[in-house]
Nanobody, 121 residues
Framework: QVQLVESGGGLVQPGGSLRLSCAAS????????MGWYRQAPGKERELVGT???????KYVDTMKGRFTISRDNGKNTMYLQMNRLKPEDTAVYYC???????????????WGQGTQVTVSS
């Protein structure tokens, strides 16, 4: 059984910063790519960016420059540093991970439950 748990969300003023975490736990053999998504009220879930097991991060163009994705493979944890936040960044932020289990015999994409980020004065 594998779980991904996001944390670090909350209320922040415009221009502020937040750091989200996504911790994977359970019977993990290894983790390949991980990613952050977000879903604003009334909108479809959208990609924020992804990071490979080697630490190479890619971002959607609109997120570049303000958002930074990193990971600590030793802790099975991925991070999303968000700076200069805007009200339009308000959303539920989700993480996912492509995870090998069962000594490398099984491979699935797992999702976290999401964490709310609200940017408002």
């Amino acid at each position: 059984q594998v779980q991904l748990v996001e944390s670090g969300g909350g209320l922040v003023q415009p221009g502020g910063s937040l750091r989200l975490s996504c911790a994977a736990s359970g019977s993990i053999f290894s983790i390949s790519d991980m990613g952050w998504y977000r879903q604003a009220p009334g909108k479809e879930r959208e990609l924020v960016g992804t990071i490979s097991s080697g630490g190479s991060a890619k971002y959607v163009d609109t997120m570049k420059g303000r958002f930074t994705i990193s990971r600590d493979n030793g802790k099975n944890t991925m991070y999303l540093q968000m700076n200069r936040l805007k009200p339009e960044d308000t959303a539920v932020y989700y993480c996912n991970g492509d995870i090998w289990t069962n000594n490398g015999r099984n491979y699935n994409r797992y999702w976290g439950q999401g964490t709310q980020v609200t940017v408002s004065s």
